[in-house]
């Protein structure tokens, strides 16, 4: 900003100059955010450049992992996507034009001596004995190093500088050597390849980059690119700004350590879960939006220090939490016969998929029947004190369902459980007691006829310490032998059948979780854990020192203690920033006159932008409190899922969403459907309705033949219907907005199936 202010430059360009050499990880992912947000917030532009002046370690599957991850946290550059190997030609007349000017020479000292007549941090450099060449000699030797005339490593080509000076790297750098090796994209046009400090400030020049943010590391090297920005016949000053570089705990940020660890087999490849790569991080169910706040969360600054990691697995519970439907799944199942529930019989229960602190609408139904599945964690048959789930002669709550008590444990030949006989009360249907009755503990469950099996994979830190590299010790050492654990034979609810392929879940109980984008299949489900409810690591006291020896048990398994509450720091830095007196008033208003809950307003007045589409849209004659849920949770959920932050949608036509759904035209499943084209396309919602034929069924005459097939088509529940089991009325309703596409208007569905039920 002060730049701009000064008029030093008139329009801010950042960029991002990832060398192609192997997959990003989570640093880079930050420094991603930085300059593309740094050009965001300026109204400026950040450029893709591609830092490919090194032929024996890069390949054009590296670019394209990159361009792939870059795009999917959410940025674009646009027309801006350039290559070091674009400007090879413009660096060599550079090169020329330097030596011509008697600032550069070719040094045919080996790289030892070269070392050597550096000198030391005590004592200044020697002259190389090539260093008095004449300009002509020097000219005819570059042109032949180009030619491919020598080996590799005859000759290099040298800054003429200062020898003496307390920089090192300002002892005449070498900006050239010869390397005869094939370029991904020049192939064999070149055999003399720069080295960074040589080229990377030609690129940020010919591009006119004005802010070349890089880490600490580079400080040193900054005196270098001003040298040969200075002294290079170009129009554009960049300049280098240096931030502190930041390691995370749990893992290692080395392309060479994750090389090892992914050729030695410790890892499944680039994209395995455990790695803090971001194709790892979006292979485990890592969202954009939680990336993105994790970089602001850690911020920049000048000081090199370690980041808990703690603080991303905090950003993507925090983005969970709000859009993740809650589901049942069983890991180990032990099956349970409910004595006393009638064979055959499978009642329908309606379960939320958020809980009363989420404010989110939207349920589903679970199948219930005599024979269901706990997780064996949840019975002991001699259990602690303190212990409130299920144990010989106790009861417990099944969430939604009904309370259980165990009446006895069957086991098999090898003496093990294998079956539990249990009965239920069936005047507590979705856990209801009577009131001075305690029943302390609520476990979840699945029906053994209805769930599906999947495979469950538990992920994990990968290493066992916080610094893997501390010490002398092999940074392998410390590997989790934990990090993976592959559970199978899991069930989970049937209803996951019938979501996207691409929706997260939180498996109550158990944490985050969605559908492996690579090995689950329709007809065997792959689940991989994202993240825990809440962080079961503890650091160590500062004043101790970690190790493999204190961080883990006599066993070598880590043991990892009962989990904590978020801390302080997570909780202030997950706070909003302070709001202008305006913001402030819209809030306050948002919840006395609109009735909104304080979560809401909060997110709402979080910044004008916000504030503005919600205003725009209740301006409509829009509700509020819909058009705040709409604001709230769908829009930032379907953005999340296009991984953008700039959306297409008027606050006008989003209260003509809301306004359609509101009056019965749209369902709210349609209306999601309706959103995301609005994002794809900045449509009027009623003109999208319309082509895609999305309006609600709510004429009685028009369901009245769709409800009269599935009463027909399911005889035998239409019967156990009419004999009491009124809870079968939502399996019907499901059946109607199957048959319909989900079309159907509810309200009138259900009206209609009772006058079916009660007349037929």
């Not at 229960?349 to 997780?375: C, M, N, Q």
């Not at 989990?563 to 809030?587: H, V």
Request: negative net charge.
């Amino acid at each position: 900003m002060e730049d701009l202010e000064a008029g030093r430059h008139s329009k801010v360009i950042t960029r991002f100059p990832p060398e192609p050499n192997g997959y990003l990880h989570i640093g880079h992912a930050t420094s991603i955010c930085l300059n593309f947000g740094i050009a965001e917030e300026m109204d400026g532009v950040c450029h893709l450049r591609f830092d490919d002046t090194n032929p024996e370690t890069e390949d054009v599957r590296y670019v394209r992992s990159i361009i792939e991850d870059v795009k999917w946290l959410g940025f674009d550059w646009g027309e801006h996507l350039y290559y070091a190997s674009d400007y090879f030609g413009q660096m060599y007349d550079f090169a020329v034009h330097l030596i011509r000017n008697g600032k550069a020479y070719v040094e045919s000292l080996s790289e030892e001596e070269i070392r050597e007549y550096r000198g030391t941090v005590t004592e200044p450099g020697r002259p190389s004995p090539y260093r008095g060449r004449s300009v002509e000699e020097n000219v005819d030797l570059f042109r032949r190093m180009k030619e491919g005339e020598f080996p590799d490593g005859a000759h290099v080509l040298r800054a003429k500088l200062d020898l003496s000076s307390p920089n090192m790297l300002l002892r005449d750098p070498v900006l050239y050597r010869i390397r005869h090796a094939h370029h991904y994209r020049t192939r064999d046009d070149w055999c003399v390849y720069p080295l960074y400090d040589y080229a990377h400030p030609i690129e940020d020049a010919i591009e006119c980059v004005t802010h070349s943010i890089c880490t600490l590391e580079f400080e040193n090297n900054r005196p270098v690119y001003d040298w040969v920005v200075e002294n290079i016949p170009i129009s554009c000053r960049p300049r280098q700004y240096e931030f502190a570089r930041r390691n995370l705990d749990y893992t290692v940020m080395s392309k060479r350590k994750l090389l090892e660890i992914v050729k030695g087999g410790y890892v499944s490849g680039w994209d395995d879960p455990r790695l803090w790569t971001v194709a790892g991080l979006r292979r485990r169910g890592f969202t954009p939006r939680s990336i993105r706040n994790f970089a602001e969360l850690v911020g920049v600054g000048r000081i090199e220090n370690r980041i808990d990691i703690g603080k991303l697995e905090f950003a993507i519970r925090d983005d969970l939490n709000h859009q993740a439907p809650r589901v049942l799944c069983v890991l180990r199942p032990l099956k349970v016969v409910i004595t006393n529930y009638p064979n055959n019989q499978v009642e329908e229960l309606e379960a939320p998929y958020f809980p009363r602190d989420v404010p989110r609408e939207g349920s589903r139904t679970v199948p219930f029947s005599k024979v269901i599945y706990i997780d064996r964690d949840d019975f002991m048959e001699d259990p602690p004190e303190g212990y409130h789930r299920l144990a010989p002669g106790r009861e417990v709550r099944l969430r939604y369902a009904y309370v259980i008590r165990c009446d006895e444990v069957i086991r098999d030949s090898a003496g093990e459980i294998g079956e539990l006989r249990c009965s239920y009360d069936d005047g507590t249907r979705g856990g209801r007691t009577a009131e001075g009755r305690a029943v302390r503990g609520t476990i979840h469950w699945v029906s053994a006829e209805h769930s599906v099996e999947c495979e469950v994979r538990l992920y994990d830190r990968l290493f066992s310490v916080p610094d893997p590299e501390e010490g002398d010790e092999d940074f392998k050492s410390r590997l989790n032998p934990e990090s993976l654990l592959v559970v199978k034979g899991a069930r989970i609810e049937p209803s996951v059948v019938r979501d996207p392929d691409d929706t997260r879940y939180q498996f109550e109980r158990l944490g985050f979780f969605w559908r492996d984008p690579i090995d689950s299949k329709p007809e065997a489900l792959v689940f991989n854990r994202t993240v825990t409810l809440r962080d079961n690591w503890t650091r160590p006291a500062e004043s101790e020192k970690p190790s493999v020896a204190t961080a883990s048990s006599q066993n070598g398994k880590e043991r990892k203690p009962r989990g904590i509450e978020r801390s302080s720091e997570e909780r202030s830095a997950s706070a909003p920033p302070p709001r202008s007196p305006e913001l402030e008033a819209s809030r306050s208003r948002y919840v006395s006159a609109h009735g909104l809950a304080e979560t809401e307003a909060e997110i709402l007045t979080r910044d004008v932008a916000t504030a503005a589409l919600f205003e725009e849209a209740i301006a409509t004659g829009a509700p509020a409190r819909q058009v705040a849920n709409w604001v709230v949770h769908e829009l930032p959920r379907e953005m999340n899922t296009r991984a953008t932050e700039v959306t297409r949608v008027t606050g006008a036509d989003l209260g003509k969403l809301v306004s359609l759904i509101e009056a019965g035209t749209l369902s709210s499943s349609a209306g999601r459907e309706v959103l995301a084209a609005m994002l794809a396309t900045g449509k009027d919602p009623a003109l999208i309705v319309e082509e895609k034929g999305l309006s609600q069924i709510s004429d009685p005459a028009t369901l009245r033949a769709a409800v009269a097939e599935v009463v027909a088509a399911n005889q035998s529940k239409a019967d156990e219907y009419r004999s009491g089991r009124v809870g079968l009325l939502g399996f019907f309703v499901g059946q109607v907005m199957r048959k319909t596409g989900g079309r159907a208007n509810p309200e009138v569905a259900t009206e209609l199936l009772e006058e079916f039920l009660r007349g037929a």
